[in-house]
Antibody, heavy 122, light 112 residues
Framework: QMQLQESGPGLVKPSETLSLTCTVSGGSISRSSYYWGWIRQPPGKGLEWIGSIYYSGITYYNPSLKSRLTISVDTSKNQFSLKLSSVTAADTAVYYC??????????????WGQGTLLTVSS | QSVLTQPPSVSGAPGQRVTISCTGSSSNIGAGYDVHWYQQLPGTAPRFLIYGNTNRPSGVPDRFSGSKSGTSATLAITGLQAEDEADYYCQSYDSSLSGYVVFGGGTKLTVL
């Protein structure tokens, strides 16, 4: 049973860089069938896809966040990470990591972490 | 404003059938891209519910079903149960500048 677990600071100051890590257990992040993605959910609001990464380092990002976003992977630790720069209160959200199945242009998220709340505040 | 439009809320009594719509456009659902559905119980992470428009992952009861036609998709829940009370999200791919992976705004299902 694959499990994903997010970890992060919980609180970040405005204008700083948000950093989160997702640790995957129960399977290898290097399995060629999957991408690994980040999705966020502001309090009381809906889901927003942030971006995804393949084990080889290939990334694709939400265009609305691309200028501030870096997603990386560490296959030796079975982890992938998110960095979002110049954060504001609008970046306050629960951040989820998920296994991202891509087939052609289609994609779905079939396994999710429990989520971690990231608050941007001074 | 979400690329995929869902009603903010629906409700039904136990045992009834409810449907949740997900309306897109010619750059996403109407272009033939698959629609997937997720269930989010209060205070929990989303759960993968329906994939490829009509398919259920292992462990999802057959009370849940999906369909797609034109630029819309529908999630149907029959034999409504109290534990079905949750938020439901549709998701697809969008070929415009919206960002590849798009979610609906979510629908709150209340079991009366």
């Amino acid at each position: 049973q694959m499990q994903l677990q997010e970890s992060g600071p919980g609180l970040v100051k405005p204008s700083e860089t948000l950093s989160l890590t997702c640790t995957v257990s129960g399977g290898s992040i290097s399995r060629s069938s999957y991408y690994w993605g980040w999705i966020r959910q502001p309090p009381g609001k809906g889901l927003e896809w942030i971006g995804s990464i393949y084990y080889s380092g290939i990334t694709y990002y939400n265009p609305s966040l691309k200028s501030r976003l870096t997603i990386s992977v560490d296959t030796s630790k079975n982890q992938f990470s998110l960095k979002l720069s110049s954060v504001t209160a609008a970046d306050t959200a629960v951040y989820y990591c998920a296994r991202h199945v891509r087939y052609g242009d289609n994609s779905r998220f079939d396994s999710w972490g429990q989520g971690t709340l990231l608050t941007v505040s001074s | 404003q979400s690329v995929l439009t869902q009603p903010p809320s629906v409700s039904g009594a136990p045992g009834q059938r409810v449907t949740i719509s997900c309306t897109g456009s010619s750059s996403n659902i109407g272009a033939g891209y698959d629609v997937h559905w997720y269930q989010q119980l209060p205070g929990t992470a989303p759960r993968f519910l329906i994939y490829g428009n009509t398919n259920r992952p292992s462990g999802v009861p057959d009370r849940f079903s999906g369909s797609k036609s034109g630029t819309s998709a529908t999630l149907a829940i029959t034999g409504l149960q109290a534990e079905d009370e949750a938020d439901y999200y549709c998701q697809s791919y969008d070929s415009s500048l919206s960002g590849y992976v798009v979610f609906g705004g979510g629908t709150k299902l209340t079991v009366l």
